[in-house]
């Protein structure tokens, strides 16, 4: 049961354009949501991350909006650069458990200069 | 930032031996370290939970004696794989949090089992 899931597995975005990366999500005790960066052989980096009292955060280039009632965030990347290509996985969190992630399946990004 | 250290980054061994994976928070005290596995092209999946000084919390599926997790300080946590075998090769990745901030993730620790 895949609880929050990535079903784009790949997004190429030419720079300077907006990078449009999707989660959904099914488990509506889910509170809390993040977004990581990874590139191969390397543990994630966190991005950026929402609350679920919040339905926008933004920090620089990177912004990412919930909505709740569609169970849906999206991570919003402007202007993208060459250096954001990675793959990004969402990952949300239940009320409580703050430390217990439940990972999507991963989004590689592709941004050509 | 914080920082979540591992050791070895890449190891292979035979099958059958033991491997011994270390997650060392650097800068901070974590009471709770987190284990997660990737299988290539696919997400992080969250093996347990080690509990420093009790036992761990293994999600379901996992097992918990071929996967033992030892939480013997606030800054290290370690996951051996016993009896590793060619479908244990994975990516293995710890976490931990200073207090309630940001979770931080170690660099990982590639295993391949010949």
């Known amino acids: 049961d895949q609880q929050v899931k990535q079903n784009s597995p790949s997004l190429s975005v030419q720079e300077g354009r907006i990078s449009i990366l999707n989660c959904d999500y099914t488990?509506?005790?889910?509170?809390?949501f993040l977004w990581y960066k990874k590139y191969p052989a390397e543990g994630p980096t966190f991005l950026i991350s929402?609350?679920?009292?919040?339905d926008k955060n933004e920090d620089g280039r990177f912004t990412v909006f919930l909505n709740k009632s569609a169970k849906h965030l999206s991570l919003h990347i402007v202007p993208s650069q060459p250096g954001d290509s990675a793959v990004y996985f969402c990952a949300a969190s239940a009320r409580g458990n703050t430390g217990k992630l439940i990972f999507g399946q991963g989004t590689t990004l592709q941004v050509k200069p | 930032g914080a920082v979540v250290s591992q050791h070895p980054s890449w190891v292979i061994c035979k099958s059958g031996t033991s491997v011994k994976i270390e997650c060392r928070s650097l800068d901070f005290q974590a009471t709770t370290m987190f284990w997660y596995r990737q299988f290539p092209k696919q997400s992080l999946m969250l093996m347990a939970t080690?509990?420093?000084?009790?036992?761990?919390?293994?999600e379901q599926g996992v097992e918990k004696d071929k996967f033992l997790i030892n939480h013997a300080s606030l800054t290290l946590s370690t996951l051996t794989v016993t009896s590793a075998h060619p479908e244990d090769s994975s990516f293995y990745i710890c976490?931990?949090?200073?207090?309630?901030?940001?979770?931080?993730f170690g660099e990982g620790s590639r295993l391949t089992v010949l």
């Open positions: 080690s509990n420093e000084g009790s036992k761990a919390t293994y």
């Open positions: 929402i609350s679920s009292i919040k």
């Open positions: 976490s931990a949090r200073p207090g309630t901030g940001e979770l931080f």
């Open positions: 488990n509506s005790m889910f509170d809390y």
